[in-house]
Antibody, heavy 117, light 109 residues
Framework: QLHLQESGPGLVKPSETLSLTCTVS??????????WGWIRQPPGKGLEWIGY????FHNPSLQSRVTISVDTPKNQFSLKLSSVTAADTAVYYC????????????WGQGTLVTVSS | EIVLTQSPATLSLSPGERATLSCRAS??????LAWYQQKPGQAPRLLIY???NRPTGIPPRFSGSGSGTDFTLTISSLEAEDFAVYYC???????????FGQGTKLEIK
């Protein structure tokens, strides 16, 4: 059974870099059939796609601030979002994206990151 | 950038009734559309992918239809656990990007 688990600081100061890690169990992150990415949801609002590994294309509204990388030996992938503001406060989900369909089929439980001084 | 517009924003129905949720794209997405269900405090759950395909484990009362710019999620007979927020999501092939609709809240009447 595939399981994704987010980890990282729950509080980040404005202008600093948000860093999260997603640990994958039950499948190899090196599979070429899937991409590993991030989606966020501000409190009380809808879903916003951020981006996924192996692609230089991320959400245009976040493009210049986003870095997504993969650590294959650890079966983990990570998100870095620089120069954060209060608008980046959200629940951040890591998720598996199918390489052959529209499906984002496995999600982590999500982790709330608050940007505040 | 492709914008997805969902309607209605809120849908009030009773258990046993049929629910019809709409998602309209600002330009054609072919059949590259998925639907998700989200309950409070939980991650979204994939219901439909590629417009009309149901993943293993999703009950047959959930069905998706449409192509191009107009899509529909139908729940044939509502059960108590179906009351939640539903999102549509599209994927563009190039550049490879995704976006979500703003959601439809399905509430008990």
């Amino acid at each position: 059974q595939l399981h994704l688990q987010e980890s990282g600081p729950g509080l980040v100061k404005p202008s600093e870099t948000l860093s999260l890690t997603c640990t994958v169990s039950g499948a190899s992150i090196s599979s070429r059939r899937f991409f590993w990415g991030w989606i966020r949801q501000p409190p009380g609002k809808g879903l916003e796609w951020i981006g996924y590994s192996g692609s230089t294309f991320h959400n245009p509204s976040l493009q210049s601030r986003v870095t997504i990388s993969v650590d294959t030996p650890k079966n983990q992938f990570s998100l870095k979002l620089s120069s954060v503001t209060a608008a980046d406060t959200a629940v951040y989900y890591c998720a598996r994206h199918s390489g052959t369909s529209t499906a984002v089929d496995y999600w982590g439980q999500g982790t709330l990151v608050t940007v505040s001084s | 950038e492709i914008v997805l517009t969902q309607s209605p924003a809120t849908l009030s129905l009773s258990p046993g009734e049929r629910a019809t949720l709409s998602c309209r794209a600002s330009q054609s997405v072919s059949s590259d559309l998925a639907w998700y269900q989200q309950k409070p405090g939980q991650a979204p759950r994939l219901l439909i992918y590629d417009a009309s395909n149901r993943p293993t484990g999703i009950p047959p009362r959930f069905s998706g239809s449409g192509s191009g710019t107009d899509f529909t999620l139908t729940i044939s007979s509502l059960e108590a656990e179906d009351f939640a927020v539903y999102y549509c999501q599209q994927r563009t092939n190039w550049p490879p990007m995704y976006s979500f609709g703003q959601g439809t809240k399905l509430e008990i009447k």
